[in-house]
């Protein structure tokens, strides 16, 4: 199974926005509604931020937002703050195998 | 609180067998299905398999079918993984995870397990 395709790096200063990108096709992204993502600090287990597309889980701040168009999912980091500072990971259940991929991974950089 | 603690993970020869355990506590084990997802070192996120309520169902990533078989005890809410015929690639952090809503929403401390002479 090919994973998601991120981009490897993203970056921006404190109070700013950021989108990170998640490439997917018809039979995963674009054709399931259950798409997540991940946030990793260095170190540590990876945290659940958005789930089913735009979704957030209870606890996880209102500037952490998620969409889709087509076969592309989009995590919206806005405000960002220096503890934002982590890999992320997006993942998509795959309906074609009935398994899960995940992304590539994305570093992203508050500057 | 929901807490699921992962052990078992060490080192192990090529070709050689491991088992790591996933112990669940806070939530009713039995209606969730559960999953084991993998980080090898500096790398990103694998999927591995997910099981489902009963065990009936289970589903691999190609990389590990017929070399890794998950379980799962729901009377004493855990959940295993049964790797054979290690490779240095199976090197990485393996973490239990519980599945709800087409997500991970609550995944174990993780397990390093490496593979090496």
């Known amino acids: 199974q090919s994973a998601l395709t991120q981009p490897p790096s993203a970056s921006g200063s404190p109070a700013q926005s950021v989108t990170i990108s998640c490439a997917g096709t018809s039979s995963d992204v674009g054709g399931y509604n259950y798409v997540s993502w991940y946030q990793q600090h260095p170190g540590k287990v990876p945290k659940l931020l958005i789930y089913e597309v735009d979704k957030r889980p209870s606890g996880v701040p209102d500037r952490f937002s998620g969409s889709r168009s087509g076969t592309t999912a989009s995590l919206t980091v806005s405000g960002l703050q220096p503890e934002d500072e982590a890999d992320y990971y997006c993942?998509?259940?795959?309906?074609?195998?009935?398994?899960?991929?995940f992304g590539t991974g994305t570093r992203l950089t508050v500057l | 609180q929901v807490q699921l603690v992962d052990s078992g993970g060490g080192v192990v020869k090529p070709g050689g067998s491991l088992r790591l355990s996933c112990e669940a506590s806070g939530f009713m084990f039995s209606d969730y299905y559960m999953g084991w997802i993998r980080q090898s070192p500096g790398k990103g996120l694998q999927w591995i398999s997910y099981i489902s309520l009963n065990g009936r169902s289970i589903f691999y990533t190609d990389s590990v079918k017929g070399r890794f078989f998950v379980s799962r005890d729901n009377g004493k809410k855990s959940l295993f993984l049964h790797m054979n015929s290690l490779r240095a690639e199976d090197t990485a952090t393996y973490y239990c995870?519980?599945?709800?809503?087409?997500?991970?929403?609550?995944w174990g401390q993780g397990n390093l397990v490496t593979v090496s002479s």
């Open positions: 995870v519980r599945m709800t809503n087409g997500c991970f929403d609550y």
């Open positions: 993942c998509s259940y795959s309906g074609r195998t009935n398994f899960y991929v």
